[in-house]
């Protein structure tokens, strides 16, 4: 198990239900424990289908998605669903929260569902607190409804979620592209420290090139993906 | 299922007014369901209760339905009278072990006085074959002497020792009194559950002295005959209402019947009361499907209501479920998440109006006994309502299946990304 790699993707092809052409024909993408690698495309060019694909929510219509060594394709949706909890923290580009949670309650999400992650956070509330203060999160912010936050707030309690208990894989679809310049780069600072921190790799995409500073690894969806971009 | 429950109630709690108007809707139809069902029931029950022991009920010929609940229930039109002569050769028949007659016509402030004898108290029996007993006093022995219902006494706050004038005929305000010859109340009973709580009891005898000076429903002009001089008529009744009639041996009810009915001297019945109650089920029968084909749909519509508004809210939360989604959430967690809303918002609506019923028959049930007789109880529910319980969970349980599964499909197509 050591051997195998944190995301393998091979001979992967993607077609919408009812399209004739493929949105994706990706022949081989290999991401390593802890790698930080910075995905960036055209609107339109199958981002995030490419992350759905990734966390399982999608099943490729040829090839295969390997996770730590575990062919996504086979396992029955609920293993899958499973897998992808105890594995994977996603953040969304926006409204990540769930409106009627606290901050705190909606960090400690994945631990409700995951009993993995609920293991690997220790005391799960201690490291939520642990998380959103190193996020830069105050206090006295954590009991408040999540919709009372500022949208940068809520990405940085969205990552704190995604990091809780320590899963291998952060995977981030646009998370700052409603914050403003300067925000962005702290937050995305921010969220590769932690993931140093807790030893996860992550999956970053933007259309913003100049974010890609201080990543690992630069990926070009036109350069990985042989399948003709729709124009957006 | 533990990760769920908490978010389900905190999310049922961010829509707590739309759930709570919905949940509102439930309970009162489920109420409504419910009471009908216990107004049903405790009517029969009433009915059932209120003879019992008296083999047959003997009037002149007519509506047998129509006889016993005039005679019994004290509802309705007076019947034909039956001759006095008839009464007396009925008492005096082989298989006959004891005759109770009848007389309805007066009132007292809108309870009826029935003109009787002591064979009622001796002989009457109600519920379950239990005979009446007296909470004070003693039945009548003189003339001018009244026992009261239970509720008649409690009602108009009446003691043994007080004086009380009857009204002639039956109905509300406005009518001729016998005010010139009171009565003393002498005996209270004790309570029953059945119209004998609410009727005023004396002799036969008292009710023709009464009547001696009256004519065709008013004072005969000019006459006016006291009180002490009435002793010097004879004072035996014409005619009555209704006769009661218990036979040495149940077997021989029907030959008894037949006698009766081939009564020369004038047209007689005698009816079966378990027969005409239940001539009067198949009559209400109707009426009673009817309403509690309503109530059903007011149940239905209730939880039409429930589902339209869990469906409505999907759209908006769809967000949310894809967040849950993301974070762990299987699609069978979501369907769970929302039919366990609907599920749970009709348990409550079930027992929230089981309560409400419950209350409401508890604070309104003496009213009603007042002013219809009937007595509801506000014991655990019937199988009846038990039965209209379960139908109604049931049907709540389905239905908010309905939007579970629509979250179902929408998590499934959706995935982490709703598309608004
Ligand atoms: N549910 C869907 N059904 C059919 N086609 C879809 C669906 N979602 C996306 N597509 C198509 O797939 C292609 C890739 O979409 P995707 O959302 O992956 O793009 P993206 O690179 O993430 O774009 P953006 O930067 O704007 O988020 C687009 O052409 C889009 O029209
Ligand atoms: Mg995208």
Redesign the pocket.
């Known amino acids: 198990m050591t051997t195998a790699p944190l995301l393998l993707l091979e001979d992967l092809e993607f077609r ?4 004739t052409e493929a ?2 024909d990706i022949p081989a993408l290999r991401l390593e424990a802890g790698e930080q690698v910075f995905l960036h ?12 694909l990734v966390a399982g929510v999608l099943a490729p219509t040829r090839g295969r998605v390997e996770v730590l060594g575990q062919v996504l394709g086979e396992l029955s949706a609920a293993d899958r669903d499973r897998f992808r909890v105890d594995h994977v923290g996603l953040i969304f ?1 926006q409204f990540n929260l769930i409106p009627y949670l606290s901050v705190l309650d909606n960090v400690l999400l994945p631990c409700r569902f995951s009993r993995r992650r609920r293991e690997r956070a220790g005391d799960a509330r201690a490291a939520a607190a642990t998380l959103l203060r190193h996020l830069d999160l105050a206090e006295s912010l954590w009991r408040r409804p999540a919709t009372q936050l500022s949208v940068g707030q809520q990405q940085r309690v969205a990552a704190a979620r995604a990091l809780i208990g320590r899963p291998e894989l952060l995977i981030a ?2 998370p700052t592209s409603a914050l403003d310049a300067a925000r962005q780069e702290a937050f995305l600072d921010l969220l590769r420290r932690e993931c140093v921190d807790s030893g996860a790799a992550l999956l970053f ?1 933007s ?1 913003h090139r100049r974010l890609e500073r201080g990543f690992g690894r630069a990926l070009a ?1 036109a350069e990985l993906n042989r399948a003709p971009a ?1 124009a ?1 | 299922m533990r990760a769920l429950l908490p978010l389900a109630l905190k999310s049922a709690w961010n829509r707590r007014y739309s759930l709570g108007l919905t949940l509102l809707a439930v309970t009162l139809s489920v109420t409504l369901l419910l009471g009908i069902e216990r107004l049903r029931q405790d009517a029969r029950d009433g009915f059932a209760q209120a003879v019992s022991g008296t083999d047959l009920v003997v009037g002149a010929r007519g509506s047998p339905l129509q006889l016993l609940l005039y005679s019994v229930f004290r509802m309705g039109e007076a019947s034909h009278n039956l001759g006095w002569d008839s009464a007396r050769a009925l008492a005096a028949h082989p298989a006959v072990a004891w005759t109770i007659p009848l007389s309805l016509g007066d009132s007292h402030r809108g309870y009826p006085v029935l003109g009787t004898t002591s064979a009622y108290f001796e002989h009457f029996r109600f519920g379950d074959r239990q005979p009446l007993a007296f909470a004070a006093g003693q039945p009548f022995a003189g003339l001018f002497e009244v026992v009261l219902g239970a509720e008649v006494a409690r009602k108009l706050g009446y003691r043994p020792g007080e004086r009380i004038t009857l009204s002639h005929g039956m109905g509300g305000e406005g009518l001729a009194e016998h005010g010139d010859k009171p009565f003393t109340v002498v005996g209270i009973l004790a309570p029953t559950g059945t119209p004998v709580d609410r009727t005023l009891h004396i002799g036969l005898e008292a009710l023709e002295a009464i009547h001696l000076d009256w004519q065709g429903g008013a004072p005969i002009p000019g006459l006016n005959i006291p009180p002490e001089l009435v002793k010097k008529f004879d004072l035996t009744p014409k005619s009555v209402t209704a006769v009661l009639v218990g036979l040495k041996s149940r077997a021989a009810v029907f030959a008894m019947q037949r006698h009766v009915a081939d009564y020369r001297d004038e047209p007689l019945m005698a009816v079966l009361p378990g027969v005409a109650l239940s001539q009067l089920w198949e009559l209400l029968g109707v009426a009673e499907g009817v309403l509690r084909a309503v109530s059903a749909l007011a149940v239905a519509a209730g939880l039409a209501g429930l589902v339209a508004v869990v469906l409505a809210s999907l759209d908006q939360r769809r967000r949310e479920l894809a967040i849950l989604r993301a974070n762990g959430a299987r699609p069978r967690d979501i369907f769970l998440l929302l039919a366990l809303e609907g599920g749970a918002v009709t348990l409550a609506g079930a027992l929230l109006g089981l309560t409400l019923r419950t209350v409401l028959v508890l604070g309104l049930g003496p009213w009603v006994q007042a002013e219809y007789g009937l007595v509801l109880r506000a014991d655990w529910p019937g199988s009846g309502e038990l039965y209209a319980l379960g139908g109604v969970l049931l049907a709540g349980l389905l239905a908010s299946l309905l939007p579970g599964w629509r979250a179902y499909r929408l998590s499934l ?1 959706d995935g982490m ?1 709703p ?1 608004l």
């Open positions: 919408w239900p009812g399209q949105c994706l495309g055209a609107s339109g060019s199958g981002k995030s289908t490419l992350l759905n580009q679809d646009e995409v259309h969806m729709e957006a | 197509a990304t598309r």
